[in-house]
């Protein structure tokens, strides 16, 4: 974390998980143990249909939520679809954009998620973009390359003065819902080489103002290791979002 130049941000992401009432029982217990986080934003990204519940129950609290998709389109015949314009409508502030999952099995692209970012940033959301290597490419030396055009191509076109509206996720895929996190000084290498990606493309203003964060089996027990790297800038969590104690220790670490 390096608060002096950017956010620190933890965003949990529930993926398919909670229902509305079920959602609503976690977010009234987290509001309780995280009401006094000064020092780092919290933003809970939940399934669309959870959305208009998460975004009452979190009214006049300091926990923003987010969403875990969205469409690359404005509008228009995508039947089951859900806008930009839709989310920012609801109150959401953040939106998850290339997840893994999402890559791996609802065929999105370093394309689509391209324009995904671009359609967010039109309606005044922060995307949240999910950039990560699997087993084999880690093992065969490409992360680095990897990497590089992930962030390349997910930013083609954005201006600079949106930069600092985005939020980058590392996310290695090895590492999501497997228990096997990646130690803190592999998280560090791959957060500082998007970083400097990004000054490459933007310059060091930019790149030190940019919120990196990882993600892929942060818990409780991991996250103030991870969080003391200084290019790691928050976590994007899953299965430890789920459960209150282990993200409001998440969010202590961060806070610190
Ligand atoms: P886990 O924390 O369950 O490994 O999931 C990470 C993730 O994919 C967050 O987007």
């Known amino acids: 974390m390096n608060r002096r130049y950017r956010k620190t941000i933890i965003a949990g992401n529930w993926k398919m998980n909670k229902t509305a009432t079920e959602g609503k029982a976690l977010l009234d217990e987290l509001k309780q143990t995280i009401a006094r986080v000064k020092w780092c934003e919290v933003v809970v990204c939940v399934p669309f249909v959870d959305i208009p519940m998460a975004i009452r129950a979190l009214k006049d609290t300091r926990i923003a939520v987010g969403a875990q998709n969205l469409h690359q389109e404005q509008s228009g015949a995508y039947t089951g679809e859900v806008s930009a314009s839709m989310l920012k409508d609801l109150g959401v502030k953040y939106v998850i954009i290339g997840h893994s999952e999402r890559r791996q099995y609802f065929g999105e692209t370093d394309s689509t998620v391209n324009k995904k970012i671009h359609v967010a940033l039109e309606a005044g959301l922060h995307p949240i973009v999910c950039v990560g290597?699997?087993?084999?490419?880690?093992?065969?030396?490409?992360?680095?390359?990897?990497?590089?055009?992930?962030?390349?191509?997910?930013?083609?076109?954005?201006?600079?003065?949106?930069?600092?509206?985005?939020?980058?996720?590392?996310?290695?895929?090895w590492a999501i819902g497997t228990c096997k996190t990646a130690t803190a000084e592999q998280a560090n290498e791959v957060c500082e080489l998007i970083r400097a990606t990004i000054r490459k493309i933007y310059g060091a203003r930019a790149a030190r103002a940019v919120t990196i964060q990882y993600g892929g089996s942060m818990n409780a027990k991991n996250a103030q290791e991870l969080l003391a790297q200084p290019d790691v800038d928050g976590g994007l969590i899953g299965g430890a979002s789920l459960k209150a104690p282990d993200f409001t220790t998440i969010v202590e670490a961060a806070n610190q």
């Open 133 to 173: 290597e699997t087993l084999e490419q880690r093992e065969s030396g490409i992360t680095a390359e990897l990497i590089t055009m992930q962030v390349k191509a997910a930013l083609a076109g954005v201006p600079a003065e949106k930069i600092r509206s985005i939020v980058i996720a590392y996310e290695p895929i």
